[in-house]
């Protein structure tokens, strides 16, 4: 079983910068489909950020050229560095992993874009 940890959310003033990481445990592969998802209040996950095993990321739209996600597979670690952060970022921010058909998910952590 694929265990995932996420660390470093908070709150931060618009334009400002977190990073996400999640630490991944367990049954790690190399060739899953690391990721991070975000839900906001009354509406549903959506993805933010992927990664492909062979080390393509793929970004939503929203957060193109502010977020950038990275991976460690030495440390078993998924990484998403946010820069000039808006309120409408404001979420609960999972880490996902997918391995064929099943699908992993952390915790989530809480990220507050607020002045």
Request: overall charge positive; proline content about 5%.
């Amino acid at each position: 079983q694929l265990q995932l940890v996420e660390s470093g959310g908070g709150w931060v003033q618009p334009g400002g910068s977190l990073r996400l990481s999640c630490a991944r445990s367990g049954s790690v592969w190399a060739y899953d489909v690391l990721g991070w998802y975000r839900q906001s209040p009354g509406k549903q996950r959506e993805p933010v950020a992927t990664m492909s095993p062979g080390g393509v990321p793929n970004y939503a739209d929203s957060v193109k050229g502010r977020f950038t996600i990275s991976t460690d597979n030495a440390k078993n670690t998924v990484t998403l560095q946010m820069n000039s952060l808006k309120p409408e970022d404001t979420a609960i921010y999972y880490c996902h992993s997918q391995r064929f058909d099943n699908q992993y998910w952390g915790q989530g952590t809480q990220v507050t874009v607020t002045s």
